[in-house]
């Protein structure tokens, strides 16, 4: 096979077969193909597409071009969950325990932040002692006696897509659907769930900025998920305004354990709520109406909030700090943003605090940047809240003092305050299975 000839074939808009797909993932991941030619193919995949077999065997590639979990001993128990990214959003740090409270088996890998999104692993190593990285065999002695386990993508897995999306991120090829499809489905596929949920972001914060882009990728990851064997839905969840309040590492563990323990409702529980209900429904065959029922039961009685702290234990966390937060340190800098006239809040742009609580240490510009686990942004007024002049929108935790005139701007400017109080917007607009 002539690299040549698959490029020429998929720049005229021809279906590339088996054998072209897997032969180009597998001499890429060997070296044996040069960036140059993989890289005017991804242009020629984005300018003429991918029909839905083609996706398929090149999620399918991707998923199997280097090592792979293999989680058949627990049947179709296993259930993962999966976020576009967005900011302050901390889902996974309630929807796994809350899941795995329920009798799934989570078991996930999940990455750092880069840019104005989080990073679980980030926000999971500001608890003193937890261990991000497992051996094989401790991996699924966990999820064996414990039921979940989270942990940081290492090893060999997928080494397709860690070449593809650096080659990718640098040639305007990121948001072409068959290949955002097989790169979160590649990596899905080989952490080797049986149920996967996926959280489609929609908004501001988000990749994808409209409903229906959200909704198009989506349908294809549903889709090409099913045809790989694997149970699969998805959830499109706004990210116009941050997710819950709290936007940077440890703050954002306060607020997950709060919500765990039952102390804090509303959206950011609500939205927890639906997404462990899912896996649990698809996991354990469950209609979906009896798995959200159980899933705010066990927020009440505190059988998830339980199942965390054997979770953080389980990884050499200190519970300490879970059962007690104030022992979390915190930032040497404190300052309130105030409002500067009165009115309703009508909209928090979700990319400007995020961008501020990187500018604050939260986050990181470059990938090998040290972040600031006590710094971040924590909003005191969100969408549809009175406020007075002078009173406090949001809360800026830092270390560096140099960067709070621009992260103040950038939060000033997120805020956007009117006379009247705004219409509610949906939190979930759709869920396709």
């Not at 961008?355 to 990181?364: D, I, N």
């Amino acid at each position: 096979m002539r690299m040549y000839d698959v490029i020429y074939k998929k720049r005229k808009g021809g279906e590339l077969t088996e054998e072209e797909i897997r032969s180009f993932i597998s001499g890429y991941v060997a070296g044996e193909i040069p960036d140059y030619q993989a890289s005017a193919l991804l242009m020629a995949i984005c300018f003429n597409g991918m029909n839905e077999a083609e996706t398929a065997i090149l999620t399918d590639a991707v998923a199997n071009s280097g090592d792979t979990v293999d989680l058949s001993r627990f049947g179709t128990l296993t259930a993962d969950k999966h976020s576009t990214g967005g900011v302050g959003d901390k889902t996974s740090l309630i929807v796994a325990p809350l899941a795995a409270s329920l009798g799934a088996v989570v078991t996930k890998m999940s990455g750092r932040g880069l840019g104005h999104t989080g990073g679980t692993v980030d926000k999971l190593e500001s608890i003193p002692g937890y261990r991000t990285a497992l051996s094989a065999e401790e991996f699924i002695a966990q999820a064996e006696r414990v039921g979940i386990v989270v942990v940081g993508q290492s090893g060999n897995m997928t080494p397709a897509d860690k070449k593809l999306y650096a080659l990718r991120d640098v040639t305007a090829t990121v948001d072409c659907i068959p290949l955002m499809v097989s790169s979160i489905m590649g990596k899905k596929l080989a952490a080797g769930s049986h149920s996967i949920v996926l959280d489609v972001k929609v908004g501001s914060g988000a990749f994808m900025k409209t409903p229906e882009d959200a909704e198009e990728l989506a349908r294809e990851m549903v889709k090409i998920g099913k045809r790989c064997g694997r149970n699969v839905a998805a959830l499109l969840t706004d990210m116009d305004t941050p997710l819950g309040c709290a936007v940077g590492n440890a703050l954002e563990i306060k607020e997950a354990v709060s919500v765990l323990r039952g102390e804090t409702r509303g959206p950011l529980r609500e939205i927890c709520v639906a997404l462990a209900a899912n896996m649990v429904s698809l996991a354990l065959e469950l209609p979906i109406d009896e798995a959200l029922s159980r899933a705010e039961a066990s927020l009440d009685s505190g059988a998830a909030f339980a199942k965390m702290k054997e979770w953080i234990a389980a990884q050499g966390g200190d519970v300490a700090y879970i059962e007690d937060t104030s022992r979390f340190p915190q930032a040497p800098g404190v300052f309130n943003v105030v409002s500067d006239r009165a009115g309703f809040v009508t909209a928090i742009d979700a990319l400007k605090i995020g961008l501020a609580s990187v500018l604050l240490g939260a986050g990181r510009a470059s990938k090998d940047e040290e972040i600031d686990h006590s710094a971040g942004v924590v909003l005191r007024k969100t969408v549809g809240d009175s406020v007075a002049a002078g009173e406090t929108l949001c809360t800026l935790y830092t270390a560096r003092e140099d960067a709070l005139r621009q992260a103040t701007e950038d939060v000033r400017a997120a805020f956007a305050i009117a006379d009247t109080r705004p219409e509610k917007r949906p939190l979930i607009y759709k869920t396709v299975r």
